[in-house]
């Protein structure tokens, strides 16, 4: 019982007890798929009560009427005793509709419910993420535009690089989530139902049931189908729907964790660098032993997760390429715990850089100051050419720049002490030509190029347009419990 202390006496994944959402938790639920086996009997008697079998309407009333009130119990012992999981509900389903029992499950294999409901939980999956994902995309579209003309330093190799703006690398987190939102909407289009297809994929027990009759078997696929919200059905499976459908979903979950794993880990960095945190609340603490510590847990926590979610994309590559024939039953243990927790995880990750990208804190003056730093070794090409506009010779004004940019670097590696470069420009009689200019030319937003009409751009033509059908819920903030 809920406090009694027995939860705590087994292990429980912390994808469910901790993290993942509740709507993601139920979706891959006892009751969700359960519930869902007994829906799929259900359209399976309609359809074929319509195409004429001796189904009455006192049978599907009864089947409807015990859609939900599930005996666990009962099931969890018909199972000890059959071995058969979809058997042991069969029973369980039958024992509570005693007029309808001899038409449940009439003409199906047990893929019909297992991998028909498996479906039907991937695509609900997706319909979970996507939105999150459009919510992550417009909070950092709005922490691009907000910062679309700060200047930063950029980085290649971690080493400083040519000024870029805050708003500019966003922009770059961006494109890699808008490219994962149509890799996420084509996977989620792009499934089928397996539909009644038989035990090796033939329909041959239907076309039995039917006497022969090949327009009415197509008719229940299309039918039941329909009646569980598929556009269409495989044509051709095995026993089974083809595990590269799986491959295609998770490679899409896998390559988004990619995504959540580069974006944390600059956010880590720029931390590191105090240019920019995650949300930090009030009483958190991020140091057991050093109460000043503001660690990024947060980011940490995606990338930690993120790294789980890429490494299960093993599992269906594995899955799909040791199918023999029409099936084996090796994929089934497997895929119990993979496709659950690539969903799961997914959703979890999502969930933590929403609430990081709803909070995140910039901190101007310390991006000031690095480029500071940093910027007048980068202005040097700059200072050349001015001083050749004012009459100055080229080869003499670069011989000036490399000493006195020698001697600043030495300042700094050598002592610790601040890039003196400029104050060393200003004291020699030489720069006098062009003194009156060092401001100007030392301007940071001088040296972003195009980043901010960029980011103008990107966010109005590539950005905005993703989240148009998402519009509605858009809204929805996400309070992080750990």
């Given at each position: ?219 229940l696929d299309r039918k039941v189908t329909e009646m569980a919200g598929f556009k269409k059905s495989y044509l051709v499976t095995g026993q ?68 789980h979610l890429m490494a299960l994309l093993s599992d269906p590559l594995q899955t799909a390429a040791v199918q023999w024939l029409e099936r ?155």
């Amino acid at each position: 019982m809920e406090g009694s202390g027995e939860e705590f006496m087994k292990y429980r994944s912390p994808l469910v007890s901790r993290y993942a959402s509740k709507e993601m938790a139920y979706n891959f639920s006892d009751r969700k798929k359960f519930t869902t086996w007994r829906r799929l009997w259900l359209y399976l008697a309609k359809a074929e009560k319509e195409l004429g079998l001796p189904i009455t309407d006192g049978q599907v009333s009864e089947m409807e009427s015990h859609l939900e009130d599930i005996d666990f119990v009962m099931a969890a012992e018909e199972e000890r005793k059959l071995r058969h999981d979809v058997m042991a509900h069969v029973h369980t389903f039958a024992h509570c509709c005693p007029t309808a029992a001899p038409i449940i499950h009439l003409g199906a294999t047990s893929c019909y419910v297992g991998d028909n409901t498996d479906l039907i939980m991937l695509r609900d999956g997706f319909d979970i993420l996507l939105p999150k994902l459009a919510r992550v995309i417009d909070r950092l579209a709005n922490f691009a535009e907000k910062y679309a003309d700060l200047p930063t330093l950029g980085f290649t190799h971690y080493q400083p690089a040519q000024l870029t703006t805050v708003g500019k690398r966003a922009c770059l987190w961006l494109q890699d989530l808008v490219m994962d939102m149509r890799n996420l909407q084509r996977a989620r289009e792009d499934l089928r139902f397996r539909g009644v297809k038989g035990t090796t994929g033939t329909q041959a027990s239907f076309l039995q049931l039917f006497q022969g009759d090949h327009e009415k078997v197509e008719e229940l696929d299309r039918k039941v189908t329909e009646m569980a919200g598929f556009k269409k059905s495989y044509l051709v499976t095995g026993q089974t729907y083809s595990r590269k459908v799986d491959i295609d979903s998770l490679c899409v979950l896998a390559s988004l964790a990619a995504t959540v794993h580069k974006i944390c880990t600059d956010i880590r960095l720029l931390a590191n660098l105090k240019e920019l945190e995650e949300p930090f609340e009030k009483e958190q603490i991020g140091s057991s032993a050093m109460p000043y510590k503001r660690n990024p847990m947060r980011a940490e926590r995606c990338c930690s997760l993120a790294r789980h979610l890429m490494a299960l994309l093993s599992d269906p590559l594995q899955t799909a390429a040791v199918q023999w024939l029409e099936r084996t039953l090796d994929d089934s243990a497997n895929r119990r715990i993979s496709l659950p927790e690539s969903f799961l995880t997914a959703d979890i990750i999502l969930s933590t850089l929403q609430n990081i990208t709803e909070g995140l804190v910039v901190y101007p003056k310390v991006i000031e100051r690095h480029i500071r730093h940093e910027l007048p070794f980068m202005a040097t090409e700059n200072i050349i050419m001015a001083m050749v506009k004012a009459g100055g010779n080229r080869q003499d004004c670069h011989e000036k720049i490399r000493v006195l940019s020698q001697q600043a670097a030495a300042v700094v590696k050598q002592e610790g002490g601040d890039n003196d470069l400029l104050a060393r420009v200003q004291a020699d009689p030489y720069f006098t030509p062009i003194i009156g200019q060092l401001d100007s030319i030392l301007d940071p937003k001088t040296f972003v190029g195009r980043a901010p009409q960029q980011v103008t751009r990107f966010l109005s033509e590539e950005v905005r347009p993703v989240l148009e059908p998402y519009k509605s819920k858009l809204d929805v903030k996400i309070e992080l419990e750990l």
